[in-house]
């Protein structure tokens, strides 16, 4: 049962601290997502790969935030410094894009749920 | 900015009633899909429908497409206390794996 798998589930910090979060997209999927939840702004996407390749982070405060892919199987997000207005709940998604098709499903992990003191 | 907004914001029913959920996007897409959420988890995909389809079934789920009134709907029938969850539209663009996702319609049914 291929699913994405996201770590940490939870995650509490004090403000200042650096956050990391990581996902492992489903094997084969060759683009890889990241989506900031809230009440007030939904979800938000804040970076896509594409084989491995950052394609859009204009979702992403660049000062503090980073999005890599070391490598296939593995998707980090940091947060450096975290502030309170960071607190939310981060999502991954994978998908398989084909040139030429018609849409694309996206399959979420379980979210890492984020509070900044 | 939003592209989906779904509507209403919520809806109570009781089991076995109908559901229907709308969402209204603001330009062309390429495809359409509805998502599930249940409290705390992730969004789960429900079904996808192409901009050259009016209608598709999935189990109990019925989505139509009106792309001239850049609206759709999600009917799901004989609803289930195990249906309660936020539902999303997200639409996508041709050639783009993105989607915006609209703020959902939270959906309560009481047994």
């Not at chain 1, 070391?70 to 450096?80: G, S």
């Not at chain 1, 849409?103 to 984020?114: A, D, K, V």
């Not at chain 2, 389809?53 to 001239?68: A, F, I, N, Y």
Request: with cysteine; aromatic share 8%.
């Amino acid at each position: 049962d291929a699913r994405v798998t996201q770590t940490p589930r939870h995650k509490v910090t004090e403000m200042g601290q650096e956050v990391t979060m990581r996902c492992q997209p489903i094997l084969g999927h060759n683009t890889v997502f990241w989506y900031r939840q809230t009440m007030m702004q939904g979800l938000e996407l804040l970076a896509y790969f594409r084989n491995r390749a950052p394609l859009d982070d204009s979702g992403m405060p660049k000062d503090r935030f980073s999005a890599e892919m070391p490598d296939a199987t593995l998707a980090t997000l940091k947060i450096q410094p975290s502030e309170p207005r960071d607190s939310a709940v981060y999502f991954c998604a994978s998908g398989l894009f084909i040139q030429g098709g018609r849409g694309e499903t996206q399959y979420f992990g379980p979210g890492t749920r984020l509070l900044v003191l | 900015s939003q592209q989906g907004e779904e509507d209403p914001q919520a809806l109570s029913i009781q089991e076995g009633e109908n559901a229907t959920m709308n969402c209204s996007y603001k330009t062309s897409i390429n495809n359409l899909q509805w998502y599930r959420q249940n409290s705390g988890r992730g969004l789960v995909h429900l079904i996808l429908i192409r901009s050259n389809e009016r209608e598709k079934h999935s189990g109990r789920l019925r989505v139509t497409l009106d792309t001239s009134k850049k609206s759709s709907s999600l009917l799901i029938t004989a609803s289930r206390a195990a249906d309660t969850a936020s539902y999303f539209c997200a639409t996508g663009k041709s050639g783009y794996s993105t989607l915006t996702f609209g703020k959902g319609t939270m959906l309560l049914v009481s047994p």
